[in-house]
């Protein structure tokens, strides 16, 4: 009897794991170099630029467009932390095009990623992992090499980019960013591109 009630317990839990590995998701999101019209430097965006996702969730990166990386704000990678607390830096190498990369976030919390060639272009992107927790909850307040560089903290603090309409969204386009955040913070005048 023992046995057989043993035999039950196991087999419930190999049910129970395999829903779950099946609910798990796999997100695409692309890396997009987009030419503009009489502008001399083309657009550089995660597409989309806003996610929601699962605890336990992949998201392939899919390079459409050449020189992307995919590397989270932390400060071992020189930057200040906008990741969920005890989660490791994370860099993809260089995604040659027509290739992907893919990280599964199993962490709760707000994750700000960008590309180190276009940071300071605004190529940035805000995955919201089951909840609206961590330290990127918080507007960025550095613009320089060391900060959130240059157009990349006007991106994550457009509202179009905030925590609760990305959940509410679930995916927000680059299309939604507004202009003025896509500009960047004013230098000398100039915006940031």
């Known amino acids: 009897m023992k046995r057989r009630t043993n035999l039950v317990v196991l087999a419930l839990a190999a049910v ?56 989270a704000y932390h400060p071992l990678q020189g930057k200040p932390q906008r990741v969920p607390d005890g989660v490791e830096p994370f860099s993809s190498p260089m995604i040659p095009v027509g290739q992907s990369w893919e ?10 990623v960008w590309c180190g060639p276009h940071e300071q272009y605004g190529m940035v992107m805000r995955i919201v992992v089951g909840e609206a927790t961590g330290p990127a909850t918080h507007a ?45 913070p004013a230098m000398g005048g100039e915006a940031g591109h």
Not at 39 to 58: A, I, K, N, R
Not at 61 to 69: C, D, M, Y
Not at 103 to 112: E, I, K, M, Q, R
Not at 151 to 169: F, K, Q, R, Y
């Open 16 to 71: 129970m794991f395999a829903c779950t590995a099946a609910a798990q998701t796999t997100h695409d999101v692309e890396l997009i170099i987009e030419p503009v019209t009489g502008m001399p430097v083309p657009q550089f965006y995660f597409e989309p630029s806003g996610l929601y996702v699962e605890p336990g969730d992949t998201v392939r990166f899919l390079a459409v467009s050449p020189h992307h990386t995919v590397t």
């Open 103 to 112: 990280y599964t976030f199993t962490t709760p919390g707000v994750y700000d």
């Open 140 to 184: 960025p307040d550095d613009f320089g090499p060391e900060g959130t560089f240059g157009a990349a903290g006007t991106v994550l603090m457009d509202p179009a980019l905030s925590p609760p309409n990305i959940i509410a969204m679930g995916a927000v386009s680059w299309r939604d960013v507004s202009a003025e955040a896509k500009a960047g």
